[in-house]
């Protein structure tokens, strides 16, 4: 993985940092929505709002289409996706024996 790469998606992971904008993504996961119909679940101030929608925006997580004086916001295709790909693999998924481990430890404190 480039820089630039691992930087964008740092970027990403870091917006999805703020419980605020979780739910924002939870809104939109459901399809497009207006500003009012995500203030409506979200309950935040429009201010703070805004401020989240465009962090969310800058991430690449997000795109909005201006609708006379509202804006729609949906989730950019794939965009999630992406960052599942390059978490690492929940360990019972990849057959791992995670007893050895515990194990391992326990003799390792009996040493100690």
Same mark, same amino acid.
């Given at each position: ?40 679940? @979200? /309950?935040?101030?429009?201010? &703070? ?7 969310? +925006? !800058?991430? %690449? ?30 360990? @019972? /998924?990849?057959?791992?024996? &995670? ?7 326990? +003799? !390792?404190? %009996?040493?100690?």
């Amino acid at each position: 993985m480039d820089g630039g790469v691992a930087d964008a998606l740092a970027g990403a992971f870091k917006a999805l940092g703020d419980p605020t904008r979780l739910r924002i993504l939870a809104v939109l996961a459901d399809g497009t929505h207006c500003v009012c119909e995500i203030q409506e679940v @979200v /309950d935040v101030p429009g201010n &703070l709002l805004s401020h989240h929608l465009k962090v969310l +925006r !800058e991430a %690449g997580l997000i795109e909005g289409e201006r609708r006379g004086r509202w804006i729609d916001y949906h989730l950019v295709g794939g965009a999630l996706e992406r960052l599942r790909g390059v978490l690492p693999p929940d360990p @019972v /998924d990849l057959g791992l024996d &995670l007893t050895r481990c515990a194990d391992a430890c326990a +003799r !390792e404190e %009996g040493r100690a």
